[in-house]
């Protein structure tokens, strides 16, 4: 006989629970998706890719190389292949800085000088197999963003956002390489 004030326990069978729950998260891993990788898959037949530094059509210089070199680092260490020259390599990255403007986001209360500025790059980029021609990724209009505040204490530079914008374009462009196959 039970007390008064325990709740009645039945006997749970842990062995049908989990059987359960193994044929349920089995059957969801089976079902088509809605196209959306969460780790990137990167074609496996490609070994090595070219990354040329990239033409650009503004009148901030140097930005390629920066981004040249950002892109080797995020290939190296987020994608199965490795960075070569353009005449040994299976897959090429070639692309095209088209503009790099600044924005300001926010004004001082005294005198109205920016406080906050966004930089942003607009670039086009194809990535394309050297062998067949096949073009494998192609974007145009290509963004990614970075910030800097004018004012003191923090009193960072332009070249700071630069940097923060460069390195999350290259950790896109390398997002993008590694899409659904």
Known sequence: MMGAGRPMRYPVKWGHRSAMLLLVLTVAASLPGCGYATGGQYPEQYQT?????????????????????????QIEQRTPYKVTDAARADTVLTGRIRQIEQEMVARHRRGGLPEEMEVRFVVDFQWRDQI?????????????????????????????????????????????MGGVW
């Open 49 to 73: 890719v070219a990354v040329p530094i990239f033409e650009n059509r503004t009148f901030y210089r140097r930005v390629e190389n920066e981004l040249a070199e950002a892109l080797v680092k």
């Open 132 to 176: 067949t021609g096949q073009t494998l990724r192609d974007r145009r209009g290509f963004e990614s963003v970075g910030s800097y505040v004018l004012t003191r204490p923090v009193g960072q530079r332009f070249e700071q956002a630069q940097h923060q914008a460069v390195q999350r374009l290259a950790e896109d462009i390398v997002a993008v």
